[in-house]
């Protein structure tokens, strides 16, 4: 309604075939997935009675989610860049080792720090690598996924840490803060800072350019390899912070072999939510909102007592027909 | 197997009519096309001639009305069916497989085959029998990804021959050709037809409408305004029945070229990849027109210019400042600014609203403390937009729903509004309909008044010899011929863009 009493709308220069599409297109971007996600949170409310209770929502959901939203928040912005970052379950490892393995002799926030500083060079590298030595973002990742679940194995000598002696670090993610622990807290001030970042900063606006049109932003004057770098830096070090969470969380590291899917987990909130594999747009609240979808049907099955074999089943028929649905659109706008 | 039409091969439409999601696009068209003649279909974008084209073709169907093809109503319902009549279109997009041969091109869905092998002999004898029969060649067992556009061309040409078609409907053959690979294509178009065949040419083009065609189709607004001889009509006749009123003066009136004004634009000796040894000097105030075929190097000069591509030798300055190293993020804020040839390519981004298309360029003035500053986003890139009149709904539509002049002048809001020193236009009016042509023109004309240093390629003579003030020619990466006043003639700019080409390999 704004939209059009705004401007004076010129017949001749719309495209009036396919402008009812555009229109379905712009709706599909913007909400998107939110009215599936309202129909299966009001169906999950109607069907079990746990599922409204604060344990569900707060720590089987949200609690668990944290580290995955902070992933896929970082994520979405390299997906918007152009890119795609692979590494980030090696990269959680990794974090999980180093802060153990630091917290086990010394003082905790220093372990926080140093495996963040880890998880900003994977990204600088990964960066550097898609960027400059201009190869695929999916083979440069794959490969630095490799070298860096290959570098944790070998600094830990493939032995796991565990923290119940000197659980301190478990505050990180475990301390009350007005009724929701600091892993949920800090899921909400990345995603929130993340998601204002690409909505309303200059950086955010050189990303949706750097991946819709790299030779354009580039003649306009972007730096797009230095954005596409900075992107795979902020993933690096999301994956790093998830890494720490988890381990406050669990007190124990895991082997990669357990967190090999992770990557492909984040991936698939992220383009459920709506943001488009080939770069070029997408946004924070939507990949939100596609991941806690995923959580949900996760959870449901759970609740109402499904064979949870089922679970990956279901999330791949769904990120098929999200996929199915972007290209299409995308196809229907030329 | 396809057949060849016997005596009568007119293609007639009769009172067609076609709606897309209710806005008519073509509306109770008749026309007949007669066999063996090459027929025109001109009118501004948007005037129905890609539809009436793709309705005779298959594409789509009419929603009234009827299409005859030898007096006998067909109806078509996909390009399949209409090239089973002798009907193919060449498209403006070609679709070649780039890692196929030639020969496997021309033959590809219609292989000669022997138990799901292809027989490649018999395929070499067909081959080598068709390009007998049409009278052009190209090498067949090239990768056909190596071809150059007009060669791509001429492959759909034979593919379309190969399955014995009679009617050959091109969409804007010439778009995205150079001046001689334009003249060879001709020479195709006028064979085709001396062989019996029909050929519906779209062009947007006029003076290659009036010096091909047989008969001329004019729409406006989906209807047909008249349809008859080329021989009479004009150039001015033609855009009259278009614009559905005259067009005026082509080109804005020429300001005197300034003499004592300061050099803003200062090239030395530059060597850049495609580019040798060029030097100028464009002063304040001035236009200077950058003529030459395609891959002269006029484009590859633009990009050493913006420091897009990697200077190897020489010197750039602006208003006396040494650039010559520098990136595009650096010449904007030196004052470069660069309109680039493709505007959907290297341009725009397509499916991102107007406003973050005009500002791109410009974000750090309209932003603090790294976040974009909405009011002060939306007051300067409105002003930038009226300035160079963009009709639109509202700047937060994606620049992908506006016309192609709107879209070029989206680009010539953000130089605007990085109040540039020295405008560069690569190809400015490069799809761009009749009417917003004129006014890209009067933009580029007040830039130039405004004090700016403008240099125009263009692959359209007109253009050039209409807008600049002075006409640099350049050929194989140099600068051949500088033409000023008198001497700024069609002449004279062709015969130093072709000289030595022609023995050249």
């Known amino acids: ?334 | 197997m396809p057949r060849r039409n016997a005596t009568d091969g007119d293609v007639q439409v009769v009172n067609v009519s076609k709606r897309f999601g209710g806005a008519p696009a073509l509306a109770e068209v008749s026309v007949t096309i007669r066999r063996g003649e090459i027929h025109a279909l001109v009118g501004e974008n948007g005037a129905g001639k890609s539809t009436l084209g793709k309705i005779i073709s298959g594409v789509h169907s009419p929603d009234l009305g009827e299409i005859l093809v030898n007096g006998e109503s067909v109806n078509f319902r996909s390009p399949r069916d209409a090239m089973d009549r002798g009907i193919v279109t060449i498209a403006q997009e070609l679709a070649v497989v780039p890692y196929l041969s030639v020969e496997e091109n021309v033959f590809l869905g219609a292989e000669p085959r022997r138990w799901g092998f292809v027989r490649r002999r018999e395929m070499r004898r067909r081959y080598k029998e068709l390009v007998n029969r049409v009278g052009f060649r190209l090498p067949a067992s090239q990768m056909a990804g190596s071809l150059v556009t007009a060669d791509q061309q001429k492959l759909e040409i034979l593919r379309a021959l190969s399955r014995d078609a009679s009617t050959i409907i091109m969409d804007e053959p010439s778009a995205a050709l150079s001046m001689h690979e334009v003249y060879a294509l001709h020479g195709v178009i006028r064979s085709l037809t001396a062989s019996g065949r029909t050929v519906i040419l779209i062009s947007h083009f006029l003076s290659e409408v009036l010096d091909l065609a047989d008969t001329i189709t004019i729409l406006r607004d989906g209807r047909v305004i008249r349809s008859g001889p080329a021989n009479q009509e004009t150039e001015n006749s033609l855009i009259e029945g278009m614009l559905g009123r005259s067009l005026g003066q082509a080109f804005p009136d020429k300001q005197l070229a300034p003499s004592e004004s300061p050099v803003l634009l200062e090239v030395n000796e530059l060597c850049a990849p495609g580019v040798h040894d060029a030097s100028l000097r464009v002063r304040a105030g001035e236009i200077v027109g950058l003529a030459g075929l395609v891959g002269s190097g006029r484009s590859e000069f633009a990009s050493a210019l913006f420091g897009a591509s990697k200077v190897t030798s020489g010197t750039i300055l602006i208003a006396g400042k040494d650039v010559t190293h520098h990136d595009p993020h650096q010449s904007l804020r030196e004052g470069i600014s660069l309109i680039p040839e493709s505007r959907k390519e290297q341009g725009l981004l397509m499916g991102r609203p107007i406003s973050e298309n005009v500002s791109l360029a410009n974000l750090n003035v309209l932003s603090r403390l790294g976040i974009v500053s909405p009011t002060r986003e939306r007051n300067r890139v409105s002003i930038a937009l009226e300035n160079v009149r963009v009709k639109m709904a509202s700047m937060r539509t994606p620049v992908s729903s506006l016309s192609g002049g709107n879209q070029q002048k989206v680009l010539f809001a953000r130089t605007t509004l990085c109040e540039p020193r020295v405008l560069i236009a690569d190809e400015p009016t490069r799809g761009v309909d009749v009417g917003s042509k004129r006014m890209i023109y009067d933009v580029l004309v007040e830039q130039a008044a405004a004090g700016l240093g403008v240099v125009v390629i263009s692959s359209e003579l007109e253009e050039v010899l209409g807008l600049a003030h002075r006409i640099i020619v350049m050929r194989a990466g140099r600068f051949v011929a500088e033409l000023t006043g008198e001497a700024m003639t069609q002449q004279a700019v062709l015969e130093a863009a072709f000289a030595e080409t022609a023995t050249a390999p």
């Not at chain 1, 992933?71 to 590494?87: E, F, K, Q, Y």
């Not at chain 1, 010394?106 to 990964?126: E, K, M, Q, T």
């Not at chain 1, 596409?228 to 994956?239: D, K, N, P, Y």
Request: glycine letters at 10%; charged letters at 10%; aromatic letters at 10%.
């Open chain 1, 1 to 334: 309604m704004t939209e059009a009493s705004n401007g004076v709308l010129n017949p001749t220069e719309l495209d009036t075939a396919n402008f009812s599409w555009r229109r379905f297109g712009g709706l599909w971007r913007t909400t998107g997935i939110l009215i599936p996600f309202l129909v299966l949170f009001i169906t999950l409310a109607i069907a079990n009675g746990q599922f409204l209770t604060r344990q569900n929502l707060v720590v089987n959901i949200l609690y668990l989610q944290a580290p995955i939203l902070i992933i896929a928040a970082a994520g979405t912005l390299v997906l918007i860049a152009g890119g795609l970052d692979l590494s980030v379950a090696a990269t959680f490892v990794l974090a999980e080792d180093v802060a153990a393995g630091v917290a086990l002799h010394s003082n905790p926030i220093f372990a926080v720090i140093l495996a963040l500083l880890c998880g900003a060079v994977v990204g600088l590298v990964n960066g550097f690598v898609v960027a400059y030595l201009r190869i695929n973002a999916l083979i440069a990742t794959l490969a630095m996924s490799f070298v860096v679940a290959g570098i944790a194995e070998v600094a830990t000598n493939n032995t796991f840490y565990s923290l119940f002696d000197r659980p301190s670090l478990g505050k990180f993610a475990t301390q009350d803060f007005l009724g929701a622990q600091s892993a949920i807290w800090i899921a909400l001030v990345v995603v929130v800072i993340l998601g204002l970042t690409l909505w309303r900063s200059t950086f955010g606006r050189y990303v949706f350019a750097a991946g819709g049109n790299a030779e354009a932003a580039r003649l306009a004057g972007v730096r797009v390899s230095r954005v596409r770098i900075t992107t795979f830096v902020l993933s690096g070090t999301a994956a790093a912070l998830a890494g720490v969470i988890s381990l406050a969380q669990t007190l124990t590291t895991t082997p990669y072999s357990n967190e090999s899917s992770l990557a492909f987990t984040v991936l698939a909130g992220i383009v459920v939510g709506g943001t488009s594999i080939v770069g070029g747009d997408g946004s924070v609240t939507r990949t939100v909102i596609g991941t806690l979808f995923i959580a949900l049907i996760q959870n449901g099955f759970d609740l109402l007592q499904f064979n949870t074999f089922y679970i990956p089943l279901v999330t791949g028929v769904i990120l098929i027909v999200a996929v199915s649905l972007d290209v299409w659109l995308r196809q229907r706008r030329r």
